[in-house]
């Protein structure tokens, strides 16, 4: 069943042409210099393939809530995804939505010198000019308050969000919002479910923030529970004038 994404208005890509593209359970919402509608499903359809594949020979990548080791050759895309689940320590699966957000997106660079791919709340950006993506963040009081202010000199920057009290993505943590920066767009993903995994309360930010910082290139955290926030890093925000 399709469901709204009803956070994409918080994405502000300037003057830039927006389209969406839809491939079985992937859902992109791009913004490019022009349409290139084609030449995305085109990178959909071949990045969507490597997974499926490997996943039809190693069913366990599909499955694991942790990491594992590759078995046999394995695509590019497959080995980032593999590497960032052992860096963030979960399944590697955790990382597949940054992932095709930032293959899709570096391929749609040979056409376009500005780029936005996201993909369930999991974004690629190349941008010339700072944009903001608004942070939601469920019943806190501090959803849809404030957006992440990300500079060109940022970019190419994954900006990749987890929640346990929103969405549908599998959680074990009660997080209402986690958004990591990184320009690995797939160890973005994989650490945003990690750290989601370890937030029950609010008394769990600091010390989440402690893990996710420890790991190698990582630029930036945001963390909110309830009333309470958490940013280490290469983190600017600012008020979302509603």
Not at 28 to 48: C, G, M, P, Q
Not at 95 to 107: Q, R
Not at 129 to 146: D, F, R, W
Not at 217 to 231: A, H, R, S, Y
Request: hydrophobic content about 40%; aromatic content about 8%; overall charge negative.
């Amino acid at each position: 069943m399709y469901q709204e994404k009803f956070y994409r208005k918080w994405l502000q890509p300037t003057t830039l042409t927006t389209f969406q593209v839809q491939v079985e359970e992937t859902d992109l919402y791009i913004a490019a210099d022009k349409n290139l509608y084609r030449e995305a499903v085109s990178t959909v359809f071949k990045y969507r393939e490597e997974v499926e594949r490997y996943i039809d020979e190693n069913p366990l990548f599909e499955t694991s809530l942790a990491p594992i080791e590759a078995s046999g050759s394995a695509p590019l895309i497959v080995e980032k995804m593999l590497l960032a689940a052992k860096m963030a320590d979960v399944g590697p699966m955790a990382a597949v939505a940054g992932a095709i957000a930032e293959f899709v997106g570096k391929d749609l660079l040979k056409h376009s010198e500005e780029i936005m791919v996201e993909n369930g709340g999991d974004i690629f950006i190349k941008t010339k000019k700072t944009c903001t993506v608004g942070v939601y963040a469920g019943e806190s009081p501090l959803s849809g308050k404030i957006a992440i202010n990300i500079p060109p000199s940022q970019t190419p920057l994954g900006v990749c969000a987890s929640a346990g009290t929103v969405g549908h993505s599998l959680s074990f943590g009660k997080a209402d919002a986690v958004v990591i920066l990184s320009q690995n767009t797939c160890l973005a993903d994989a650490v945003a479910t990690s750290v989601g995994n370890r937030i029950q309360n609010e008394d769990d930010i600091e010390k989440s923030l402690s893990f996710a910082k420890g790991i190698r290139d990582i630029l930036g955290i945001l963390i909110i529970k309830g009333e309470k926030i958490g940013i280490w890093g290469e983190v600017e925000i600012s008020p979302i004038n509603t």
